[in-house]
């Protein structure tokens, strides 16, 4: 059971992750690059295939300035 919740959670961060960064009008490239990141490596993030460890959350949280409950689902 758990891991359906876990692969919910990933799903609900990679499509609010790609809202809102649609919402403010960066590309990818742009939050990589605000990231110190690959795109590569974004575009993982929002097709859910990889995720953000802490610092990079963090960093994602205030670039989109939200909180990380909204980025998990919560």
Do not use: W
């Not at 059971?1 to 960066?26: P, V, W």
């Not at 097709?47 to 670039?63: D, E, H, R, S, V």
Request: glycine residues 4%.
């Amino acid at each position: 059971m758990k891991e359906c919740s876990d692969k919910k959670i990933e799903i609900i961060f990679a499509n609010r992750l790609r809202q809102r960064r649609i919402d403010l009008h960066f590309t990818q490239t742009e939050m990589a690059r605000m990231l110190g990141i690959e795109r590569s490596s974004y575009t993982y993030y929002e097709m859910g295939k990889t995720q953000p460890n802490l610092k990079t959350l963090k960093k994602l949280k205030k670039i989109l300035d939200v909180s990380l409950d909204y980025l998990i689902g919560d």
